[in-house]
């Protein structure tokens, strides 16, 4: 399964008109546009982000995503999640929707507190996973997402990275399996919002949740630095952080946990090989 074409980039105005129609008679002076992996975003500070997808297969999955953020956000979790305010509607080719604004701002890479890191790992671990919720998220576990990396993009890096990255790779495939919870699955460091004073406010962009192993959480956390997460988690979450990160960034293996073939394998392994010259 392959993903259709992108559709060509929207400009300014044309992200404005679909915050416009979602959001009726609210001020736009103030927007401020920006983008991730799957969609543009339109920021209304204060009121809302507008997300727009920016591929065909982010805007089938919008509203299974927004229904699984939605259920997320009335778990009880003691930060704020961003709640759907708009139905997902389509224009054209994209769809969009808009979701509750979340004050505070990132923390600068390798300051984060571990006291409270670990207080955000284990309340996300810890939601109860309803059987809606189980429902809308996908379990890593049950898909081939190591037969993939072995097959796909083992055999498209440098001559002397396959050796060691198969072993790693398998490593990561073979740890012992641990119940499933609730993971992010993308804890970097524009989606996580904390008060000047360094408390958690609220956690953004949940496209990323599945049900596997919170290592990976743990894991993802770790541009705070390893000796944070140490610190932040019991030494067997943070052995298995280790483990699952090795291979290529576990941000990267986040990226096939959905059992989907990969779109863009050449830009996936030069994107793997930049980690490793850098991490490895």
């Given at each position: 399964m392959t993903d259709s074409p992108t559709p060509a980039a929207p400009t300014t105005g044309e992200l404005l008109e679909i915050a416009d129609a979602l959001l009726p008679g609210r001020s736009l002076d103030d927007a401020r546009i920006t983008e991730g992996n799957l969609h543009h975003v339109v920021l209304l500070p204060g009121t809302a982000a507008v997300r727009?997808?920016?591929?065909?297969?982010?805007?089938?999955?919008?509203?299974?995503?927004?229904?699984?953020?939605?259920?997320?956000?009335?778990?009880?979790?003691?930060?704020?999640?961003?709640?759907p305010l708009t139905p997902v509607t389509r224009f054209g080719e994209r769809t969009a929707v808009a979701v509750s604004w979340i004050d505070g701002e990132a923390q600068p890479e390798g300051q984060g507190d571990p006291g409270q890191i670990g207080k955000l790992l284990r309340a996300v671990r810890e939601v109860t996973?309803?059987?809606?919720?189980?429902?809308?998220?996908?379990?890593?576990?049950?898909k081939g997402w190591a037969e993939l990396l072995a097959e796909e993009v083992i055999p498209r890096l440098p001559d002397r990275w396959r050796d060691e990255c198969r072993t790693r790779l398998e490593a990561a495939r073979d740890l012992e399996a641990v119940p499933d919870a609730l993971v992010h699955g993308d804890l970097c460091g524009?989606?996580?919002?904390?008060?000047?004073?360094?408390?958690?406010?609220?956690v953004l962009d949940w496209d990323q949740a599945h049900l596997f192993d919170p290592a990976i959480d743990a894991a993802l956390m770790a541009w705070h630095g390893w000796d944070t997460i140490k610190k932040?988690?019991?030494?067997?979450?943070?052995?298995?952080?280790?483990?699952?990160?090795?291979?290529?960034?576990?941000?990267?293996?986040?990226?096939?946990?959905?059992?989907?073939?990969?779109?863009?394998?050449?830009?996936?392994?030069?994107?793997?090989?930049?980690?490793?010259?850098?991490?490895?």
């Open positions: 727009v997808s920016k591929r065909p297969s982010s805007a089938q999955e919008m509203p299974r995503r927004m229904e699984a953020q939605r259920e997320i956000s009335q778990a009880g979790l003691p930060f704020a999640v961003p709640e996973v309803t059987p809606r919720l189980r429902r809308l998220l996908n379990a890593p576990g049950e524009a989606n996580v919002h904390w008060s000047r004073n360094g408390q958690l406010i609220g932040a988690v019991d030494p067997e979450t943070c052995r298995r952080a280790r483990i699952y990160d090795a291979p290529f960034g576990v941000g990267h293996l986040v990226g096939v946990f959905d059992g989907r073939p990969l779109t863009n394998v050449e830009g996936y392994v030069r994107s793997i090989v930049a980690w490793l010259e850098k991490n490895a």
